[in-house]
Each structure stands twice: as C-alpha cells, then as structure tokens.
Nanobody, 121 residues
C-alpha cells in the first residue's frame, strides 16, 4: 500500500521560509515523478514543483521554491523561501508511477493528506 505523509506546514510572516516534507512508503520502483501541488480556498489544485525525468516549477514559485529528494530516506522536500500571502494554501505531495511528469493533478494516483501553509502580511 502506497502512502504519502506530508509535514512542515505552518503559519509564517511574508518573507519567511518553510520546508515541507513528504515521506513515501510502499512504492519500491525507481521510476516515478514526485510532485508538489497546492490548493487555495476556492481555487483548483495546481502543480507547482515536479521532479522526475525533468524538473518543473510553476512561474508563481520559480526562483523561490526548490523540490528535492532524499532517496535514502524516501522523502521529498519542498523548500519555500520569500513566502507571499498568495502562497497560502493546502500543500499536497503526489506520486505518478512514471518518470514523465505531468502538471495535471488527475494524472497522479497517490496523494498525501495535505499540510496547511498560511502566510500573513
């Protein structure tokens, strides 16, 4: 059974930093794309950082967020800096069972429960 568990969400001031973690268990194949998505209230879920055969960042986070993976710990991180109030959302990690990364949430079969990030001005 594949499980993804996120942690690290918090309330921070604008300009601050956070690191989100996603521990993956039950998936033993090397071929995968890991993605970080976020969903703000009343908005669709959007892919913001993807890591597989390629690395992708949404324009809204490019230069401020970094996705990385620690294969020994089976953990994916999202380092977020220069946070803005518009970054406020629930953040999810997701796994797609191929190297090919997609920006569409519907292409990801496995999801974590989400972690809340709130950025105040």
């Amino acid at each position: 059974q594949v499980q993804l568990v996120e942690s690290g969400g918090a309330s921070v001031q604008a300009g601050g930093s956070l690191r989100l973690s996603c521990v993956v268990s039950g998936y033993t194949y090397s071929s995968r794309c890991m993605g970080w998505f976020r969903q703000a209230s009343g908005k669709e879920r959007e892919g913001i950082a993807l890591s597989g055969g390629t690395t992708y960042y949404a324009d809204s986070v490019k230069g401020r967020f970094t996705i990385s993976q620690d294969n020994a710990k089976n953990t994916v991180y999202l380092q977020m800096s220069s946070l803005k109030p518009e970054d406020t959302a629930t953040y999810f990690c997701a796994l797609k069972a191929t190297w090919y990364c997609s920006k569409r949430a519907s292409d990801y079969a496995y999801w974590g429960q989400g972690t809340q990030v709130t950025v105040s001005s």
